[in-house]
């Protein structure tokens, strides 16, 4: 079809310029006014031509994914929105639609856009304009049709019944890709409002801070935003500027309704608790804050526009919710020929059960997808999360007809629950499976996740009853929660957004590996619930596979501490450089820039504690050791010769680099450098570092030993990710590593080193030498600290007895530091101190 959209509609992004040198966008480094916003966008719509063409845009909370959505819209391209964050939706969505042109964020402002044909392949609907996944089916074929008008008429409601004004400003506290979070980008950019841009969690302090700087008058919420809330001290903060919060995406429970409407009474914000789904292009009620703490349970009155009825339902006692509106889409796609078509939906019938009070509120009791049947018994599974609340449990129950699946949070008596769930709804006991888990499931919106729930009792017999389990899926909180010393890990985590690093990430590893087979090599970046959809059941092997940064600092430090009892000689410490830098590339580099400064600062700091804890005693009980060596300042002020005060040279070698690399990131120019040139900018490091390597400098002039550009080596090995780049850093590691030392089966050791990290992702292990794999390389800082005052003992006794007891020293006080660090934290906890202010926050720990 060639008809032309009726963009005029979608006023919010064809018509931004009308509201001049107004704030459309700010962050933490930048505003954008909508004069400079409309020219991005026009500029963006120019590139993407005059003919209609199939659009995807990999989407994250950034200027570059806003300027690309509205362009799409501009142009009147029909646009596929993915997360930038699931790599895997986007490949299934592309290989399912074959899109013309991908659009992703470029980091500096200028989105990029692939295209992958000249014009088009697909029949497009001129009402055609976006085209989102459905609640909780991210990747899935099926998607949600929405139109120009949807898009227009949703923005236009939401903004009147909010009283959206252009002095207001949103903080953008939940993914554009998802409706909830881009209905709040359209109806702020239709008032002239501004949007405070940023991908920052409520747990980060950062956020509040972003808040308070840029004067966000509301954020959007989840029912899981809320525990959040409580976690972080919200109710008492101090947010003037703050003027509502809004809720959706799920049902918030009455008490919870109430609790939060009286505390932004007193805090001089309103609740608006509202209803509504991706099918209705988000919005169809809300409840009007001055009711909220009367009628908590109710979902409120239909959005201006839009309306309500309640058809009955056979036997049942309450009808089912169906909703008109020009919100409402205009149908599905499950393929790329569902997109020629037009609307084949003129109302929405939502699934759930409600009921119409006197005073024309609305309450949804029930969903009729809710129930299953059982052994022939009708079970409304919403009932069983009702009555395992009473007790005080939270639980979200799934089913099938063979079996109910409940999840429990925390540690609860599964089997007495199960018994009580079975009497109260009349079914056998055999028939009811209860499992606890650290926390329940929950998709990217903060739903939970019921086929996740389901899953927790796949494969097992009906009528068998929950027995010990080991660790599998349903794990991967309970795994990163207990590694990393956090309470509080949810769904759209990963282990670096937890502040997990070099240090922490061995333990997290091999705990997951085992749990859910080989990992993926990205999986310090892959959100909690994608690791969690992982099958845990693999056969046993007599060969396990770990991570080559993980099997090379084990073997190092074995051959390091082997090397100094002089069983034989072969130096490694230099290949650890390398792995350093690997490892900061690949967890030290994301989000934004001054809460990945505190990062790297927390890092440092798990580095340099115990470190200067341990050579402290080592000075009070040896006469070997200064207090420049405590203080890790040996490297600088002396002496230049080797002696026993040189044993720590590699410490503190490691923390003058961190320090130096920390500093640096820490710079606007650099940190923007980076970004956008993810592998010219280590290369332009290791190229600094080569002065130092080859001597290009005053050799009068006092310097540590020159392993920056070794570091710079292993960052480049992280960021090279085609094969012409990997080839590029070999042939840089085979240039000038030669020549460096002197021996050559040191280089060639070195070489090795870097060579695997480039293009070994893992190494082969026996499966029984899994674990202790793991723990050398975790404690392989420990074991280079404390073998130098172990193994000297021993060796006259037998030298394979000083590196076994050496090996086990190091562990040991690894074990120890972890208990001590961990204990300090929870007590900066109790007693309300903020984690990030203490380098010793997030402790990792083995378990």
């Given at each position: ?344 939906v003129e109302e929405l019938r939502t699934g759930d059960l409600a009921r119409l009070h006197p005073d024309g509120l609305h309450e949804v009791v029930g969903r009729r997808s809710r129930f299953v049947k059982i052994v022939g018994l009708r079970v409304d599974l919403g009932q069983v999360e ?47 499976e209860m499992h606890a888990v650290g926390q329940l499931p929950r998709l990217g919106t903060g739903k939970v996740d019921y086929p996740a729930v389901a899953a927790l009792g796949a494969g097992r017999p009906a009528a068998a009853p929950p027995g010990p389990r080991a660790e599998g899926p ?374």
């Amino acid at each position: 079809m060639t008809t032309p959209p009726d963009l005029a509609r979608v006023a919010f992004a064809t018509d931004l310029a009308r509201h001049g040198d107004r704030p459309a966008v700010l962050t933490g480094e930048r505003a954008l006014s909508y004069r400079e916003l409309a020219e991005r966008v026009d500029d963006v719509a120019a590139r993407l031509g005059t003919e209609r063409r199939l659009a995807v845009l990999a989407a994250a909370n950034d200027i570059d994914s806003l300027v690309a959505y509205l362009a799409a819209l501009t142009a009147g391209h029909p646009l596929l929105l993915v997360p930038a964050d699931k790599p895997a939706a986007l490949d299934s969505l592309v290989a399912a639609y074959d899109p013309d042109v991908l659009l992703r964020s470029g980091g500096d402002g200028t989105p990029v856009l692939e295209e992958r044909r000249p014009g088009t392949r697909h029949e497009l609907h001129p009402d055609l304009a976006l085209l989102l996944s459905t609640s909780g089916s991210t990747g899935s074929p099926k998607l949600v049709r929405l139109s120009h008008e949807n898009l227009a008429s949703n923005a236009e409601a939401i903004a009147e019944y909010l009283a959206i004004g252009p002095d207001d400003r949103a903080a953008t506290t939940l993914p554009m890709s998802y409706c909830y979070g881009l209905s709040v980008l359209n109806s702020h950019l239709l008032r002239g409002a501004g949007l405070v841009l940023t991908d920052l969690s409520v747990v980060d302090p950062c956020f509040w801070e972003l808040l308070r700087q840029r004067r966000a008058t509301s954020f959007a919420a989840v029912p899981y935003t809320f525990d959040l809330l409580e976690r972080v001290g919200f109710e008492e903060m101090d947010l003037p500027h703050l003027r509502y919060v809004t809720q959706a995406g799920g049902r918030l429970a009455p008490e919870k309704v109430r609790h939060w409407a009286r505390t932004g009474r007193r805090r001089g914000w309103d609740l608006f608790v509202m209803y509504g789904a991706t099918e209705a292009t988000s919005r169809m009620a809300y409840l009007p804050p001055e009711l909220a703490e009367e009628r908590a349970g109710t979902i409120g009155v239909p959005i201006p526009g839009g309306a309500f009825r309640i058809d009955p339902v056979d036997g049942l006692p309450d009808g089912e919710l169906v909703y008109t509106g020009p919100n409402v889409m205009l149908g599905y796609a499950e393929r790329p020929e569902d997109l020629a078509a037009g609307r084949t939906v003129e109302e929405l019938r939502t699934g759930d059960l409600a009921r119409l009070h006197p005073d024309g509120l609305h309450e949804v009791v029930g969903r009729r997808s809710r129930f299953v049947k059982i052994v022939g018994l009708r079970v409304d599974l919403g009932q069983v999360e009702r009555i395992l609340a009473e007790l005080g449990v939270t639980a979200a129950a799934a089913g099938s007809d063979e079996r109910l699946v409940v999840a429990v949070e925390g540690e609860q008596d599964t089997s007495l629950l199960a018994k009580l769930v079975a009497e109260s709804i009349g079914l056998p006991r055999p028939a009811v499976e209860m499992h606890a888990v650290g926390q329940l499931p929950r998709l990217g919106t903060g739903k939970v996740d019921y086929p996740a729930v389901a899953a927790l009792g796949a494969g097992r017999p009906a009528a068998a009853p929950p027995g010990p389990r080991a660790e599998g899926p349903e794990d991967v909180r309970r795994i990163l929660a207990e590694v990393l010393d956090r309470p509080d890990v949810g769904d759209d985590d990963t282990f670096v957004s937890l502040d997990g690093d070099s240090l922490s990430y061995v333990a997290a590893s091999v705990r997951l590996e085992q749990a859910l087979g080989h990992l993926p090599t990205d999986w310090h970046l892959t959100p909690v619930r994608d690791l969690a959809a992982r099958s845990a059941r693999r056969p046993r092997r007599l060969v396990s596979f770990l991570e080559t940064g993980i099997v090379l600092r084990a073997v190092a430090i074995v051959l390091i501490v082997m090397t100094h009892v002089e069983l034989f000689t072969l130096q490694t410490a230099h290949v650890l450089f390398a792995v350093a830098g690997y490892n900061f590339a690949r967890f030290q580099l994301h989000g934004e820039r001054l809460p990945r400064l505190r990062r790297q600062l927390r890092s440092l700091g798990r580095i340099v504690v115990p470190s200067a804890a341990f050579i402290a005693v080592a000075h009070l009980l040896t006469d070997d050791y200064t207090w420049a060596n405590v203080l890790l300042l040996n490297g600088i002020v002396g002496p230049q010769h080797l002696t026993s005060q040189w044993h720590f040279w590699f410490v503190e070698m490691l923390v003058y680099v961190l320090l130096a690399v920390t500093a640096l990131m820490a710079l606007p120019w650099a940190d923007r450098a980076e970004r956008r040139l993810p592998l010219a900018f280590p290369l332009a490091l290791l190229a600094v570092g080569l002065v130092s390597r080859y001597d290009i400098v005053d050799p009068g002039l006092p310097k540590p030993a020159p392993v920056f550009w070794l570091f710079a080596l292993g960052w480049a090995a992280a960021r090279a990710r085609t094969v012409l780049e990997r080839s590029l850093v070999t042939l840089l590691t085979l240039l000038t590593v030669p020549g460096y030392f002197d021996s050559t089966l040191r280089e060639v050791t070195v070489i090795i080193g870097v060579l695997l990290l480039l293009w070994v992702t893992a190494l082969p292990v026996p499966a029984g030498l899994r674990r202790v794999t793991g723990w050398l390389a975790a404690a392989s800082l420990y074991i280079y600290l404390t073998h130098w005052l172990v193994y000297p003992a021993l060796v006259p006794v037998s030298p394979v007895l000083a590196v076994v007891a050496s090996l086990a020293a190091g562990v040991a006080y690894w074990v120890l530091a972890d208990r001590v660090l961990g204990g300090l934290r929870r007590a900066a906890a109790r007693t309300g101190a903020p984690a990030e202010e203490t380098p010793l926050a997030a402790t990792p720990g083995p378990r």
